[in-house]
């Protein structure tokens, strides 16, 4: 599956034939997917950070479990039938709910009519629980991403929408994946929990740092420790990767990104549900 207007590297499709043949078990699989026109404006730059972060962080981890919760539609490759001829992709109960048009609530159309990519990817993991659906990084992609606000609150209006009500569908999924003691239910619940208190976090984070700033109140070393985790382990990943250039899109977006991505966004999305 390959949007109009993804640009896909010569070698990507080697990478995630070659990942395919690894097992018979991988469902399906997606690559890395770059901004190609983060310098087009403001807007498109504060994207950069904002893929790269959520490929090899998220996508990365939830590949561990061999749950990837969202293959993207502009660049994902499917195991359509397996070796033994047993349909895959291809299967009739997949085809059956992916083709309904009996849709009668909110939460359906959020389901089926905003974000079709990720509601096959809940369907995959509903129906093959034993598959695993996993995210190979040296496939990349680059795809056109909206330039101005309005364009790109429309499609995150779509986009956040989709994800919460399908993180809520995945709970109700008997059997995921896990890595030794830890289930991917458990993530999921995270998510979605995440999902919902998003703006509020975001405002509680603001207010701290202005009571500290003002000289009101102290960091505690709990709260300090845990910030310092989470913006340290996104450093490592740059070093290891060799992404320094990332070290000023991780700043550009840490000022002009969050509030656009972790207060105004979803609540433009929870409102335009």
């Known amino acids: 599956a390959i949007d109009a207007d993804t640009r896909v590297d010569e070698m990507s499709l080697t990478h995630m034939v070659y990942a395919m043949n690894q ?137 956040i929408n989709s994800t919460y009500h399908n993180l809520l569908e995945l709970t109700k999924v008997k059997t995921m994946c896990g890595v030794l003691c830890c289930s991917m239910k458990t993530v999921v619940w995270l998510d979605l929990i995440a999902c919902m208190i998003l703006p509020a976090s975001t405002v509680y984070a603001c207010y701290l740092i202005f009571l500290v700033a003002a000289g009101k109140t102290q960091f505690s070393l709990l709260l300090l420790v845990l910030y310092g985790l989470l913006i340290g382990v996104q450093l490592v990943v740059f070093i290891i990767r060799s992404r320094y250039d990332f070290f000023f899109w991780f700043i550009f977006f840490t000022i002009v990104g969050v509030p656009v991505f972790y207060f105004f966004l979803p609540l433009y999305a929870f409102w335009h549900m």
């Open 23 to 159: 097992s018979d078990k991988i469902l399906a699989l997606c690559g890395e997917t770059k901004v190609d026109n983060k310098w087009q404006t403001w807007a498109t730059m504060f994207q950069e950070f904002e893929y790269y972060n959520n490929h090899h962080m998220k996508k990365a981890f939830e590949s561990a479990f061999g749950c990837v919760t969202c293959l993207p539609g502009c660049f994902t490759m499917y195991r359509i039938i397996n070796d033994d001829g047993k349909p895959l992709l291809a299967d009739d109960h997949v085809y059956a709910e992916y083709l309904r048009n009996d849709i009668d609530s909110l939460h359906e159309q959020n389901l089926f009519h905003l974000g079709e990519d990720r509601m096959l990817t809940t369907l995959l993991l509903h129906f093959f629980p034993d598959h695993c659906l996993t995210y190979v990084p040296e496939a990349q992609c680059f795809t056109i991403v909206p330039h101005t606000l309005r364009i790109l609150f429309s499609q995150r209006r779509r986009w």
